[in-house]
């Protein structure tokens, strides 16, 4: 099965907004570090959670929006998505890493974007719910190393209303 892509928008109450969103979303709850949304998406309801990194590092002049979302589309059976949007394009053929204590996963990228494989997001949550923090590494397709830093307070609580408004 092929994952959608994100192409995160700003919108009034939301951290970011999957695209294809036919509606504004709705705040489920902040959760300290964390935030949890509703919205519709091709007609059937989606729930997400995202975050923001805590810290950025590389040696870039300018990037764009960076967020970490975790998706349900139970309509399509796809549940707990981990993708990342890094603010840049990634370099071509590259992978992104993400350490949780003494974790690490590797993540495939499509131009802006990183996914978890297919089979992959279920170890990868897990590891997020008993985590503390998230570092993420990803290389530019200029080939700037970055490394954000995510704080996963709250992560599972959002993990559990996210699962509660969706019925999965």
């Known amino acids: 099965m092929i994952r959608r892509l994100f192409a995160p928008a700003l919108a009034a109450l939301a951290l970011i907004v999957p695209a294809a969103a036919q509606a504004a979303p709705e ?7 964390w935030e949890a949304y509703t919205a519709e998406e091709s007609g059937a309801k ?3 959670m995202g975050s923001e990194p805590k810290k950025m590092e590389g040696k870039y002049s300018a990037r764009g929006r960076v967020v970490m979302l975790v998706t349900h589309r139970p309509r399509d059976k796809e549940n707990g998505v981990v993708s ?3 603010g840049y394009t990634y370099k ?6 993400v350490a949780i204590g003494d974790n690490t996963f590797t993540l495939f990228t499509t131009d802006g974007h990183a996914f978890a494989e297919e089979g992959k997001d279920k170890a990868l949550v897990d590891a997020m719910i008993r985590g503390v923090e998230m570092v993420v590494k990803g290389t530019s397709n200029r080939g700037t190393l970055t490394t954000d830093t995510y704080s ?6 959002a993990w559990k209303a996210i699962g509660k408004a969706c019925g999965v």
């Open 27 to 33: 705040l489920i709850g902040l959760f300290d570090d």
């Open 46 to 48: 989606i729930c997400y």
């Open 84 to 86: 990342v949007t890094t």
């Open 92 to 97: 071509e053929g590259s992978q992104v890493t």
């Open 152 to 157: 996963l307070k709250g992560f599972t609580a």
